[in-house]
Each structure stands twice: as C-alpha cells, then as structure tokens.
C-alpha cells in the first residue's frame, strides 16, 4: 500500500508571509492532486500534477511534482485568511487515497 | 450548474441504531464514490458505485452499505452503529470514475453516535 506524508501537521502564519507545503511518498507515483477543504465543507480540487518535475501556478499557488515523483509541494506567496484550511495531497487510480493533510491557518 | 449534494447536513444517532445518507451528484455525473472522514484516519474511501453497480470497495466492515439509483442518486447505510462511526461522510460524483482527474465532493454528512 502506497502511503502518503504530508508535513507538517499544522501550520499558522500571519498574513502576507509565505508558506510551503510538502506531499511524500515511498514510491513512484502517476499522477498526484492537491485539494483544500474549508471548515464545513468538502475538498476542493486545486490541481492535479502528473509529469515529473512538472511546475504549475494557480494564481499565488506554486505546486512542483518532484523529478522522481515521489514527492510534491505546495507553495503559497503573500497568504491570506482566505487561504485558511486543510490541504491535502491525494493519489488517484480508481480511488483517492489522501494524506492526513496540512492545517494552514493564516491569521489576518 | 448545482453541485454535489448531501443530506442530512447534521444527525445525531445512539449505539446500535442504523443511519441513511444521501448523496444526489451533479447532472450528468454517473459516478459516486463515498469517503469517511475523521480526526483519527483522515479521509479513507468507502466504496464507488457507477450505473447502479458497486465497482470498487474499500476495507470497511460490512455494516456500511450502499446503493445508486438509476438516477444515479447514492445513498449509504451504516447498520449497527459503534461511537467509532462518527465521522464526516463525504460523497463524490464524476462523470467516468476509475481514475477521473476531476471529483466533486459535497459538503458531507456529520454523524455523531452516543
């Protein structure tokens, strides 16, 4: 069973500041999502990553899939309360197998 | 156009009781998958249902079930119920499954057991 590491568990920041988030593996994988899920809702796809070394921006989010992909990341420029939640890492075959997930809280 | 949705949002139910949940996926979509969410074990997949038929499961006992109609509206049923199976219950609809990049979750079901 292919398991995924998401650090760090918690992470509080003030706005304006940046912050990174990290997806691991213990193997190769296909192909990875990042989703946020808000207090009271459920996740929210963000982007799903699936070449090697492959960068995508979503406005201030920087997502990189490792060269190995075994590993994935999540930065995030100038946070702001808006970017308050959890964010977890997911692989995707016939399921989503998920991360425990970062709790990001950006304090206004 | 609507979105996934769940009901009911909030319920409370005792030991040993059974539970219904609903999830009604965005039109056209008829793949629903359903996820348990807790503190403890974080999101872990329950089963995939798509045309009406179960077509994958995930490691959960026997007592969580389900259906899809030919509407492709899912509910999940928890018989027996333990206190371990509070949790958010997330369902998810997509128009294929099986490795569909896009998922839409709705915004769940939390179960509370006493």
């Known amino acids: 069973t292919q398991l995924l590491e998401q650090s760090p568990q918690f992470l509080s920041i003030q706005e304006g500041e940046n912050l990174t988030v990290y997806c691991n593996s213990s193997s190769v994988f296909s192909s990875l999502q990042w989703y946020r899920q808000e207090p009271g809702e459920g996740p929210v796809l963000l982007v799903t990553v699936v070449t090697g070394g492959e960068v995508k921006k979503l406005k201030r989010l920087t997502f990189q899939f490792g060269d190995a992909r075994k590993d994935s990341s999540l930065h995030i420029t100038a946070a702001q309360p808006g970017d308050t939640g959890l964010y977890l890492c997911?692989?995707?075959?016939?399921?989503?197998?998920f991360g425990a997930g970062t709790t990001v809280t950006v304090r206004a | 156009k609507a979105g996934v949705t769940q009901t009911p949002r909030y319920l409370i139910k005792t030991r040993g009781q059974q539970v219904t949940l609903s999830c009604s996926p965005i039109s056209g979509h008829r793949s629903v998958s359903w996820y348990q969410q807790t503190p403890g074990q974080g999101l872990q997949f329950l089963f995939e249902y798509f045309s009406e038929t179960q077509r994958n499961k995930g490691n959960f006992p026997g007592r969580f079930s389900g259906r899809q109609f030919s509407n492709s509206r899912s509910e999940m049923n928890v018989s027996t119920l333990e206190l371990g199976d509070s949790a958010l219950y997330l369902c998810?609809?997509?128009?294929?499954?099986?490795?569909?990049?896009?998922?839409?979750f709705g915004a769940g079901s939390r179960l509370t057991v006493l």
């Open positions: 997911a692989l995707l075959d016939y399921k989503l197998s």
């Open positions: 998810a609809s997509s128009l294929t499954g099986l490795g569909a990049n896009v998922l839409t």
